[in-house]
């Protein structure tokens, strides 16, 4: 069994890997050849806006042999920054740090294979998740992109952006000061399309081609009215949009057709499980992304139409556990063959006792 850490995934990990490994998974979940259960949160209150959540997800994948577990244990906050609600994680792990980890199992042999920490998967995952439904949901001749967002998810997505996309600008806003100059400075190294810091959000949706949201927000960080005909939109979670942007949308892309499940004891209102007030007549917009790819949906049907692709809490979209063994199988063979990571005898983990 091979323990793998942060720094090893971001040594061996490209968006291009991403990319490769997801197109297939999405493609095999919706021909029904891969088994996913949705994602669940059990919430536990400590104090007013602080609690403790457990999250976990789990999928197979025939096609690669392996199932994989993603978990986290964090302790969320939620507080108000520049007038916008947002949700924080708290690094209140030891050292000041956070839990997150993803097991992947063999199929055949029942053997965990690996742990991996789950940082630059997670977000990995996330942008290139992003990027496929851009590629199949976007306008081909799409050439600009508005960012919103500079925080721990923006740089990836985009990445996955500038690799699907012929882009020539990417524009970028964050409400911080300071945050735009120090994400271009950092990220432009990594891309062909040029980073343009923008004053507002609405710099970072008009005449754009594509406008990704990259926020912890729980309040919509752009006016659905500012939408055009034509443009896409990704999402990376539902508090980040208004009921505009859904309700013009002609399309709305999502993982996959199961809801996530939220557990509270009643203890937390569902509200602030949810977060969103996502309305039944958006569901006939609603197609799976894996669908779409495997030409079972037409997703876009006219360059005149706005498409989305939601995150967490739009409609039933969650994060998918074959998405994490997916791309922690390509991790485990780039670390085997690598040598990298930390090596711990596989028996260990195995038992003679009837469990």
């Known amino acids: 069994m091979r323990v793998i850490s942060n720094s090893d995934v971001e ?30 949160h059990t919430y536990t209150p400590l104090e007013p806006n602080h609690y403790y959540l457990f999250k976990s997800m789990d999928g197979s994948l025939p096609r690669f042999g392996v199932h994989g577990l993603r978990l986290s244990s964090d302790h969320l906050a939620e507080v108000t920054e520049n007038g916008l609600r947002r949700r924080d994680k708290l690094p209140m792990a030891p050292g000041g740090k956070y839990l997150g980890l993803v097991l992947l199992f063999s199929i055949e042999t029942l053997e965990l294979l690996a742990m991996i920490q789950d940082g630059f998967l997670q977000k990995m995952r996330v942008g290139a998740t992003s990027g496929l439904a851009s590629k199949y949901l976007a306008r081909q001749d799409s050439h600009v992109a ?157 360059p005149d139409q706005i498409t989305l692709f939601g995150g967490s809490g739009t409609g039933p979209s969650s994060g998918l556990g074959i998405q994490f063994a997916a791309v922690g199988h390509i991790i485990y063979q780039r670390a085997c063959e690598q040598s990298l990571g930390h090596e711990l005898p596989s028996d260990w983990f195995l038992e003679d006792v009837h469990p």
């Open 146 to 302: 508005g960012l919103i967002g500079t925080g721990w998810q923006a740089d990836a997505q985009a990445m996955a952006l500038d690799a699907v996309h012929d882009l020539r600008e990417i524009r970028v806003f964050s409400p911080t000061s300071g945050h735009v100059e120090r994400f271009c400075e950092k990220v432009q190294p990594l891309l062909k399309a040029t980073l343009v810091p923008v004053g507002s959000s609405n710099d970072a949706v008009i005449r754009c081609d594509i406008v990704s949201c990259a926020t912890n927000s729980l309040d919509p960080v752009f006016d659905g009215d500012w939408l055009t005909r034509g443009q896409h939109v990704n999402s990376v979670q539902r508090g980040e949009l208004d009921n505009t942007t859904h309700e013009r949308a002609s399309v709305i892309a999502t993982r996959a057709k199961e809801q996530s499940l939220h557990f509270s004891g009643g203890a937390i209102s569902d509200e602030v499980m949810q977060r969103g007030d996502w309305k039944p007549e958006w569901d006939g917009k609603i197609q799976e992304l894996g669908k779409i790819i495997i030409g079972e949906s037409p997703g876009r049907s006219s």
């Open 11 to 40: 040594q061996i990990l490209t968006m291009d890997d991403c990319l490769s490994v997801l197109g297939p998974t999405f493609g095999d979940l919706a021909r029904g050849e891969a088994s996913n259960r949705p994602r669940t």
